[in-house]
């Protein structure tokens, strides 16, 4: 998994290279195991549980810090200038998926509407709240209320953490979602 800055590397439109923002979430591979205890919930001190980190969640903010002041915040929905473009996770017991919202776009963005890659799922384990991606990174959670937040440590440059702000969301904010695994790789998407 490469940094947020190889991830802007990779994109094939400058204007669009804000769409990894909320692609960040692909660097965590996060996801949730319900191997432990049970119950869970919201409880204070708790931090999550499976019950609690499952279901959908809107991106609304991304800050990586690589320490010497290097801190690169990024609120979403983003507007490119190109158009509006927001992200959306639905996470399971065990796998996580992404979502691109796209609102108020040129033709040289697509179409407005929530698209997703079925090939972007990725799986994960959780013990306590620490997350343990498919491919070896960990982050730490923490619910409060209706925000989740995530730390994750940067699995390619080191000392680098991103922190990353979830509102609770509904299914109702991705149905109708299109399925575009084109679009997911035209933007370099698959190959986080």
Do not use: R
């Not at 940094?3 to 923002?21: D, E, N, R, T």
């Not at 319900?34 to 279901?55: A, K, L, P, Q, Y």
């Not at 799922?121 to 990174?137: A, C, K, P, R, V």
Request: glycine fraction near 14%; charge should be negative.
């Amino acid at each position: 998994m490469g940094s947020f800055k190889k991830l802007m590397g990779k994109m094939k439109i400058p204007a669009l290279s804000l769409i990894a923002v909320f692609c960040l979430t692909a660097l965590i591979s996060f996801g949730c195991s319900s191997s432990s205890g049970g119950g869970g919930g919201d409880d204070e001190g708790d931090g999550g549980s499976t019950n609690s980190i499952v279901g959908v969640w809107e991106l609304k903010s991304v800050t990586e810090d690589c320490g010497s002041g290097d801190v690169v915040p990024t609120e979403l929905p983003y507007d490119t200038g190109f158009g509006i473009i927001g992200g959306y996770v639905k996470l399971t017991a065990s796998t996580q998926l992404y979502y691109i919202s796209l609102s108020n776009v040129t033709p040289l963005l697509g179409e407005d509407g929530i698209y997703y890659c079925a090939e972007s799922e990725e799986s994960y384990t959780m013990s306590g709240n620490t997350i343990t991606g498919s491919d070896g990174s960990t982050g730490t959670f923490e619910i409060s209320g209706d925000t989740l937040t995530l730390v994750t440590q940067d699995v390619d440059e080191e000392g680098c953490t991103s922190t990353l702000v979830l509102k609770k969301a509904s299914e109702s904010d991705i149905s109708g979602a299109k399925a575009d695994c084109d679009l997911f790789e035209q933007y370099g998407l698959l190959s986080i």
